[in-house]
């Protein structure tokens, strides 16, 4: 009986915790150097999906993240990032956050989620540019490119300049004739050639 009322306190303790949004529009923050032992959790009252309410608590119960503070979330843990979605006036933004719930960067989409990981770095944005995270969350290759594809065998092909066109229905391909690949430094490798693709 104890266990039950614990948890409906802490429930209800977490439901009230109100949402203070402290960064401004374009404002990035750092990944910060943080113990694994300072590890985040998704919690919520009901199953969790779409649109149900969630908090982020540490391993003392304290309340990081308060309930309503984001959208959804696809990081049921956060160590030293998290991925979540950001209700930003009548749109929703995918970010990257920080422990304090801090954006670090705007996540590339991909299809319906976050992008993917390969070659151990994905795809981030910051003020309209592209450019890649590790697997902490850190940013290693500063977004600088209008286009840009995941790494694959250590390059990732890139350009400054290209456009998006449409095959009719909700995806796109990215269109340039300039493109180059970069290595995981973020150095320029080989020239592409001109292919439009």
């Known amino acids: 009986m104890k266990k039950i009322l614990r948890y409906i306190i802490l429930g209800l303790a977490v439901l009230n915790c ?15 150097n943080l113990n694994p032992s300072d590890t985040l959790f998704l919690t919520s009252l009901t199953p969790y999906e779409l ?25 049921d843990t956060i160590v030293t990032y998290g991925i979540v979605i950001e209700k930003n006036g009548d749109q929703y933004d995918l970010i990257g956050i920080n422990q ?10 991909f299809d319906n989620g976050p992008d993917y990981i390969s070659d151990s770095l ?27 594809y995941p ?8 350009t400054h300049d290209c456009h998006l066109v449409s095959d ?7 269109k340039s004739s300039s493109w180059f690949f970069i290595n995981k430094e973020g150095e320029r490798i ?3 050639g001109s292919r439009n693709e």
């Not at 203070?20 to 750092?30: F, G, H, S, T």
């Not at 994905?122 to 840009?148: D, S």
Request: charged residues 25%.
């Open 18 to 32: 109100s949402p203070q949004k402290e960064e401004q529009a374009n404002q990035y923050y750092e990944v910060p």
């Open 51 to 75: 649109g149900a309410p969630f908090a982020y608590l540490n391993q003392k119960g304290d309340t990081m993240i308060p309930v309503n503070r984001f959208a959804h979330s696809f990081s």
């Open 100 to 109: 304090k719930g801090q954006r670090l960067y705007e996540v590339y989409w």
């Open 151 to 158: 790494f694959e065998n250590g390059r990732a092909k890139v």
């Open 122 to 148: 994905f795809r981030v944005k910051q003020n309209g540019k592209i450019g890649f995270a590790n697997t902490k969350g850190q940013v290693v290759i500063k977004p600088e490119y209008q286009c840009a």
């Open 168 to 174: 009719g229905t909700e995806h796109y391909t990215m």
């Open 190 to 192: 080989r020239e592409s």
